[in-house]
C-alpha cells in the first residue's frame, strides 16, 4: 500500500516569512496529493490540492509542487501570518474511490 | 449548510461499555470514512464506505464495525471498547466522482476509555 512520510514534525517561522512543508510517498500509481490544514480542536479542512497532470498549483499565499520522478510534493507558505499557525496535513491516493493515505502532520508555528 | 457532523464531541467510557459514535453528511456524498488521530501518527484510516451497504476495512480496523444503511450516515461502533482505543476520531466524506474528492471532515469525537 501506500506510504506517506512528512517533514519536519514541527516548523517554526517568523511571521512574514516563508514556510516549506515536504512530503514524499511510495505508490507511483498516486495521482491525487491534497494539504489539510487542522486549527485547534476543529476538523482538517483543505487547502489545496495538486493531481499528477500539474507541477505546481498556486493559490494566494499557498503554493503546492509535485515531483512525481522522484515521488515528492510541497506546500509553500509564504508571507506567514499568525492565523498560519496550525497543523497540517498532506496526503496521496488515487483520487474518487481509492482513500487517502496520509502524513503524520507538521505543527506550523508563526513567531510574532 | 453543507456539514459533517458527529455525536457525541466527548466521550469517557469505561472497557467492555458498548459505544456507537454518529457520524451525518448532508452533501449526498457517496464515500464515508473513518480515521483516528493519535499524537506522532497522524489520521489513520480505520474503516470506509463506498455507498450505501459497501463497507471496507482501512489500515486499523481491529475493534471496530461500521454499518451504512442510509447514505447519509455512517456510525462507527465499539462493541467492547478498550484502553487502546482512547483517541480522537473523525468522520469524513467525499464524491466519488473522479476530480472532485475533497474529503470533508467532521469536528472530531474525543473518546477516553478507563
Known amino acids: 500500500g501506500e506510504n506517506v512520510e512528512q517533514h519536519p514534525s514541527t516548523l517554526s517561522v517568523q511571521e512574514g516569512d516563508s514556510a516549506v512543508i515536504k512530503c514524499t510517498y511510495s505508490d507511483s500509481a498516486s495521482n491525487y496529493f491534497p494539504w489539510y490544514k487542522q486549527e485547534l480542536g476543529k476538523g482538517p479542512q483543505l487547502i489545496i490540492d495538486?493531481?499528477?497532470?500539474?507541477g505546481e498549483k498556486k493559490d494566494q499565499r499557498i503554493a503546492v509542487t509535485l515531483n512525481k520522478t522522484a515521488k515528492h510534493f510541497s506546500l509553500h507558505i509564504t508571507e506567514t501570518q499568525p492565523e498560519d499557525s496550525a497543523v497540517y496535513f498532506c496526503a496521496a491516493g488515487g483520487g474518487g474511490a481509492d482513500g487517502l493515505t496520509f502524513g503524520k502532520g507538521t505543527h506550523l508555528i508563526i513567531q510574532p | 449548510e453543507a456539514q459533517v457532523t458527529q455525536n457525541p464531541r466527548y466521550l469517557i467510557t469505561v472497557t467492555g461499555k458498548k459505544l456507537t459514535v454518529t457520524c451525518s453528511q448532508n452533501?449526498?456524498?457517496?464515500?464515508m470514512s473513518w480515521y483516528r488521530q493519535d499524537p506522532g501518527l497522524g489520521l489513520r484510516q480505520i474503516y470506509y464506505?463506498?455507498?450505501?451497504?459497501?463497507?471496507d476495512k482501512g489500515d486499523v480496523p481491529e475493534g471496530y464495525k461500521v454499518s451504512r444503511k442510509e447514505k447519509r450516515n455512517f456510525p462507527l461502533i465499539l462493541e467492547s471498547p478498550s484502553p487502546n482505543q482512547t483517541s480522537l476520531y473523525f468522520c469524513a466524506s467525499s464524491f466519488l466522482q473522479r476530480g472532485n474528492n475533497e474529503q470533508f471532515f467532521g469536528p472530531g469525537t474525543r473518546l477516553t476509555v478507563l
Open positions: 495538486i493531481r499528477s497532470n500539474v
Open positions: 452533501m449526498n456524498h457517496e464515500y
Open positions: 464506505s463506498m455507498n450505501v451497504e459497501v463497507t
